[in-house]
């Protein structure tokens, strides 16, 4: 009980660094994604979301809150399970494969469309950031041209203390809403064998940087009418089929999307039984406060432990170090890349 109490308490600190966090560097709302997608919008935040309202400019943060998330921070472990173990799934829910990761973080973090000059990255360790997302491949990659990822920098930036979360923009769901997404979407006829296909090459451009083997690779799917029961057939068929091929290869299939589709579809399909799912979650839902348990789409013992990342703002520029880059916001507590 008492270390119980403990937890929770370490858990309340985070908290409050995350909300001093929210108050951040001097930023403001753009009006371009940094990622190749947004969320769906929260209907309280649609304005703020889509640039036709402006956002709230957050202040200055206090000085404490210029060191990373301490790394003892305990994740909150559903009950039945601990430190890296599965939890029990509850009645008749069965569990997602735990795949083994050597390596997890539990922090704070970034992702952005260009990945940043190791400059960039150097003088970004001012900030409370220590997880950075890098878009490695996919057909529908935002931003094709990555001048600076290369396994040098991969290898250089893990060095100075930052973690990777990879990401792979492959094809998207055939009712995705992205109208620029569209010419990306599944072969309806063939969608499980086009996932092993760009299953396999996730993984070569993972190996191809230096990320090793039990690193994850999260696909990108951005948001798509997971209500569409041919569209939703044709999409999960897609994601089994990649997340299989990335696991054959000895790598951690995760799982990025808009908390309202993507995520509730995969939630869904776990509940009916479903096999191949990713072995990790990624959820965009963009509000002030991020909360990796307390997301409302997912069982509280699903995805867990250590497998979620919480996107909880997006296209916001901050200052650290006299570099500024437009980023999403996240809160981590899931598998890294292997480097080295």
């Given amino acids: ?3 119980k109490t403990h937890m929770m308490r370490r858990a309340g600190v985070l908290i409050a660094a995350l909300a001093s966090l929210l108050a951040g560097p001097a930023t403001v709302p753009a009006s371009a994604n940094a990622g190749p997608g947004a969320p769906d919008p929260v209907p309280a935040l649609a304005g703020a979301l889509t640039g036709e309202t402006p956002g709230e400019v957050p202040g200055a943060l206090p000085a404490e809150a210029f060191a990373p998330v301490p790394a003892e921070y305990p994740a909150r472990h559903p009950a039945g399970s601990s430190a890296g173990q599965p939890a029990h799934p509850a009645a008749g829910a069965p569990a997602v494969p735990y795949d083994y990761a050597p390596r997890t973080f539990t922090g704070v973090g970034f992702d952005t469309c260009h990945t940043p000059s190791f400059e960039t990255m150097q003088d970004w360790t001012a900030s409370p950031y220590r997880a950075v997302g890098v878009y490695i ?7 094709p041209d990555q001048p600076n990822l290369t396994p040098g920098w991969v290898r250089a930036v893990d060095s100075l203390g930052w973690r990777l979360l990879p990401l792979y923009v492959g094809s998207q769901a055939p009712c995705v809403h992205a109208k620029g997404k569209r010419r990306y979407t ?3 006829y063939a969608p499980r064998y086009q996932g092993v296909r760009e299953g396999a090459d996730a993984v070569r451009q993972a190996r191809a940087l230096g990320m090793h083997e039990g690193s994850p690779v999260y696909l ?4 798509y009418d997971q209500r569409n029961a041919s569209c939703a057939r044709t999409t999960l068929a897609f994601v089994q089929g990649w997340s299989r091929e990335v696991r054959r290869h000895g790598y951690l299939p995760g799982f990025y999307s808009s908390s309202t589709s993507g995520i509730q579809h995969m939630e869904r399909a776990r509940r009916a039984g479903a096999g191949d799912l990713p072995g990790a979650v990624w959820f965009a839902r963009w509000q002030e406060e991020p909360d990796l348990f307390g ?10 432990p250590h497998r979620r990342v919480h996107q909880y703002r997006g296209n916001i520029r901050q200052t650290w170090g006299g570099r500024t880059l437009k980023i999403d916001a996240n809160l981590v507590d899931a598998p890294v ?4």
């Fill in 137 to 143: 491949g996919g057909r529908a990659r935002a931003c």
């Fill in 1 to 3: 009980m008492r270390q």
């Fill in 337 to 340: 890349a292997v480097v080295g």
């Fill in 295 to 304: 997301e409302p789409v997912l069982a509280s013992d699903a995805w867990q």
């Fill in 186 to 188: 599944i072969d309806g």
């Fill in 220 to 223: 990108d799917m951005e948001a």
